[in-house]
């Protein structure tokens, strides 16, 4: 990036002065996704989010443990805490964990899970949480709570807005690319920078 003369500005946020001093003719807004949070949850003591349990690495062992959403990263973080030894309950609204993922793999995801003993429910339903205890409704419909140690949350990340939107207030050509568009990938991020980097070659200033 020095080669190329960009300038990197290290611990800044992007804001409203900033975008008045460089006054630029685009800009490109790479700034991610933040965790999804349910509003029933608001009453549930300390919520932890699966990828930072995940890279913090936390070693608790001997609990319970509750995690919330059965996606890839949510598996992930109920086998992880299985793994430790703690007893794992992994709630799902979906009628399958994982659903993205191709279904050999999901099948072998699955029986993992079930071999390490976590408990999985699939068409549950949160409807509510205070402190420690968890309250949903199970795919019967019927009305179960189980009460844990440990409240993971991982329902998936949704773009972080902010930066877009002060963006395009001020700037008169904005590509918003990445996770700050559409939660995806690498792949995917790196594609739209592709487009974005090309689209601002072709524009006239
Ligand atoms: C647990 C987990 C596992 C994943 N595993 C994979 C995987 O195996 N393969 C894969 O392809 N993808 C994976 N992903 C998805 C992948 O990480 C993202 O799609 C990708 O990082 C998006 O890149 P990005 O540049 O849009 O955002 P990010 O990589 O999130 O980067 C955003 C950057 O913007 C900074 N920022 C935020 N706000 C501001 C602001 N106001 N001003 C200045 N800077 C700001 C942030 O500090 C951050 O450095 C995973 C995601 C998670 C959560």
């Excluded at 690495?57 to 703690?86: D, F, H, M, P, Q």
């Excluded at 996770?179 to 594609?191: H, M, T, V």
């Amino acid at each position: 990036m020095r080669e190329s003369g960009t300038r990197v500005l290290l611990d800044t946020v992007l804001d409203g002065k900033l975008i008045k001093e460089l006054s630029p003719h685009a800009a490109v807004i790479a700034t991610g996704g933040r965790p999804r949070t349910l509003p029933v949850l608001s009453g549930a003591s300390r919520v932890i989010d699966s990828a930072d349990l995940l890279m913090d690495g936390e070693t608790v062992t001997g609990r319970t443990a509750v995690v919330i959403g059965g996606g890839s990263t949510g598996c992930e973080a109920a086998a992880y805490l299985a793994k430790l030894g703690n007893e794992v309950h992994l709630l799902e609204v979906a009628e399958d964990l994982a659903a993205g993922m191709e279904i050999l793999n999901r099948m072998s995801l699955v029986l993992s899970l079930r071999k390490a003993g976590v408990k999985i429910y699939t068409g549950a339903v949160i409807s509510g949480a205070e402190g420690y205890e968890i309250r949903f409704k199970n795919k019967s419909g019927d009305a179960e709570k189980i009460t844990a140690d440990i409240i993971v949350s991982s329902l998936g990340i949704e773009p972080d807005r902010s930066a877009a939107d002060l963006a395009e207030g001020s700037v008169k050509n904005v590509f918003v690319i990445g996770d700050a568009g559409r939660p995806g990938s690498i792949a995917a991020a790196l594609y739209d920078a592709e487009i974005a980097a090309r689209r601002i070659q072709a524009v006239e200033f």
